[in-house]
Every structure is written in structure tokens, then in C-alpha cells.
């Protein structure tokens, strides 16, 4: 039960910083339709993904509880394409090229995918 707690609590505050960070970023750049804030933030998880489990190899600084709060939730919360880049880099690492381009075109037209299919779904909804 700790575990779920734990990642519970690491994703409400990653989901309340990619808000707040998100739209803070939007709004310096109001005047722009690209989705600035949302690309910062992906890139910050990124970056942070890949530092945080970079010391956890390396090093083993965090325990189990720690990594669920940080990496699971935090960044879980924060933004789940940290976890999609590091997924992928993983891949390359370890020799699975391919594995690793499928991951990630699967990842965005099936992302892209989905959303159209769901906007649709909904367009045929009675009013």
C-alpha cells in the first residue's frame, strides 16, 4: 500500500509542477500557437529521466521507494513522454535498434492515431 502512496503522491506533484510549469512557459510566448509549454516540459522530463536513472545505475543512490516516488510518480506525473524517451534510449542501448524505432513510430502515430479516432467518437455522439 506504501508503494501506491508513494506513487500517488509523486505524481500529484508532478502533475501540479507540469502545470504550472507548462503554463508558465505558454504564457512568455502568448503570442505564439506552437505548444511551447508542453514541449519544455517533455524535454525537462527528459532531461530528468535520464539524469535520475543515469544515478541510480551508476551509483544506486535511490532505494525502490525513492525511484517510485521520483521517477514513477514525479515524473510519471510530470510527463509521461520522459518515460517513452527513456524507454527508447534504453533499446538503443542495449542493441535493440529496431526495437527502438518501432517503439517510437509506434508510439507517435498510434499517440496520433488515437486521438483522431477518439475526437472522431465523439463528433458521433448525438447532441
Do not use: D
Not at 61 to 78: M, P
Request: charged share 10%; aromatic share 14%.
Amino acid at each position: 500500500m506504501i508503494k501506491l502512496f508513494l506513487v500517488g503522491a509523486g505524481g500529484f506533484l508532478g502533475s501540479v509542477l507540469r502545470y504550472l510549469a507548462s503554463g508558465a512557459v505558454q504564457s512568455a510566448a502568448r503570442y505564439v500557437h506552437f505548444p511551447w509549454g508542453t514541449l519544455v516540459v517533455n524535454a525537462t522530463g527528459c532531461l530528468l529521466i535520464g539524469f535520475l536513472t543515469g544515478l541510480a545505475e551508476a551509483r544506486g543512490v535511490f532505494s525502490l521507494e525513492q525511484r517510485l516516488f521520483l521517477i514513477t510518480g514525479f515524473l510519471g506525473g510530470f510527463t509521461t513522454f520522459s518515460a517513452y524517451g527513456y524507454e527508447t534510449y534504453f533499446l538503443v542501448r542495449v542493441g535493440e535498434t529496431a526495437l527502438a524505432v518501432a517503439n517510437a513510430c509506434g508510439q507517435v502515430v498510434l499517440g496520433l492515431a488515437a486521438v483522431w479516432a477518439g475526437h472522431l467518437l465523439a463528433n458521433l455522439l448525438p447532441r
